[in-house]
């Protein structure tokens, strides 16, 4: 079995970092991220999107959660469009049963006409994360 990369996107002193999708077409190797959990939101892509051995449709607008350590990889059909925000556990330790929240949650939620709004969020959430 080939061993399982481990990718860090976020510097080891900050505890949260949003960015957009890189817009690139092609398939990832599995991987992992243990330090952080990690939103990703699309708002345009198609394809598929493993997550620990389970296939997840990609088409939008889809919210995926990954836990820290959770295995996965793309393999888009279409260029992605959309946002990445990272998180350490520091970040959400001050709120109040955050972590059994994000237990909790699935994998890949789905939206219909209501991503517009989400989308202007994460598009808000970004602004603030440069300008400070």
């Not at 959990?37 to 389970?54: S, V």
């Not at 836990?67 to 992605?80: A, E, L, N, R, S």
Request: aromatic share 12%; net charge negative.
């Amino acid at each position: 079995m080939e061993p399982i990369d481990v990718k860090r996107k976020i510097d080891i002193s900050k505890e949260f970092k949003i960015s957009r999708m890189k817009e690139k077409n092609k398939p990832t190797k599995p991987h992992r991220h243990d330090e952080y959990h990690e939103f990703i939101f699309l708002h345009g892509c198609a394809g598929i999107h493993t997550i620990d051995e389970t296939d997840h449709d990609g088409n939008p607008p889809t919210l995926f959660y990954l836990k820290p350590g959770q295995v996965h990889c793309w393999d888009f059909t279409k260029i992605p469009k959309g946002f990445v925000l990272i998180f350490k556990d520091l970040f959400v330790e001050e709120f109040i049963n955050a972590k059994q929240h994000l237990n909790q949650m699935s994998p890949a939620l789905s939206f219909g006409e209501d991503s517009r709004s989400l989308n202007t969020d994460f598009e808000q959430l970004l602004r603030e994360y440069k300008s400070t």
